[in-house]
């Protein structure tokens, strides 16, 4: 009866959990970072945690000197720690620099880890690495910094160095979906939000995080509706490659489906081609995002 009424109070909160996630997984500059609860989302989600654990895996650490930005509650660092010769743990929530500090302490860590706490875009390493890690991934790389710190971090890796992750597609579907007062856009959280889909998944865009350098995306694809109808949001999905073979794209909670609202609604016929034409930045948010049809620019 216990798991019957918990199941009963998720049913009747669908929508204000929808907005709950939202919030949750949005990055605030003001507090360094994400609440609480988005570590907890984070640790107990077992296919981002494992795709990384894959990666790691299969990738020799031993004896071997890596970079960590955004380290949170140490989550991935704990998976390789243990191995490697060195690592610079980087994080700039001030929420967790005892945590941090206090764990390190407590598995023995201390000897081979220098911590730098503050923002990742300044950091100087004093010596090139082997690898670099970073999770801060949101759909679109829309939120966060990934691109960004990856950047900025890359002149420190070495020659033959390896990142994690490696690469991102972002893609697109047309849809027609509901959206309340002051929202553009929200994450799918359980399959009671997901919205009324009119095409296939066409390929927005792809980050090699290797090479990216642009933050600013402005590109245009064609698809060709399957149903007819009124077009006023497009779903949005990340297909993640930690490693190559090892795989994340995305959950309900982290990375998750989302939905954003077109700049202006557009009937669509089936069968017949239209263009969709994105514009946004890495590391803002999807509410600065455009999304629109239209013809060839």
Not at 173 to 183: I, K, N, P, R, T
Request: proline share 5%; glycine share 6%.
């Amino acid at each position: 009866m216990q798991n019957h009424h918990f199941f009963a109070q998720i049913v009747q909160q669908y929508d204000h959990l929808k907005y709950a996630l939202l919030e949750a997984q949005t990055f605030h500059p003001g507090h360094y970072g994400f609440p609480a609860i988005y570590y907890d989302i984070m640790e107990a989600d077992p296919l981002r945690i494992g795709a990384f654990k894959r990666a790691f895996d299969e990738h020799d650490f031993e004896n071997k000197t890596v970079c960590e930005a955004g380290v949170g509650r140490l989550a991935l660092s704990r998976l390789y720690l243990p191995k490697v010769k060195k690592a610079y743990l980087i994080e700039s929530n001030p929420a967790l620099f005892d945590f941090i500090k206090t764990e390190i302490a407590k598995n023995g860590w201390a000897n081979k880890v220098e911590l730098i706490f503050g923002d990742a875009l300044l950091v100087e390493l004093p010596e090139p690495v082997d690898c670099i890690i970073g999770e801060m991934m949101s759909i679109f790389c829309a939120n966060e910094y990934q691109v960004q710190v990856f950047r900025h971090l890359r002149q420190y890796l070495k020659t033959d160095g390896r990142l994690f992750p490696q690469k991102i597609i972002n893609l697109a579907q047309l849809a027609h979906a509901s959206f309340e007062e002051g929202h553009q856009h929200y994450p799918i959280c359980f399959a009671h939000h997901l919205p009324e889909l009119l095409s296939t998944q066409q390929v927005v865009n792809s980050l090699d995080f290797y090479e990216v350098e642009e933050t600013v995306v402005k590109t245009s694809i064609p698809i060709v509706p399957l149903l007819s109808g009124e077009v006023n949001a497009v779903f949005l999905q990340s297909f993640v490659q930690v490693a190559e073979g090892c795989n994340f794209t995305g959950t309900d909670s982290l990375m998750p489906p989302t939905v954003c609202q077109l700049a202006q609604a557009t009937h669509v016929k089936a069968g017949v081609e239209v263009r969709l034409h994105c514009e946004f930045e890495y590391g803002t948010s999807l509410d600065e995002a455009r999304f629109w049809i239209g013809p060839q620019l």
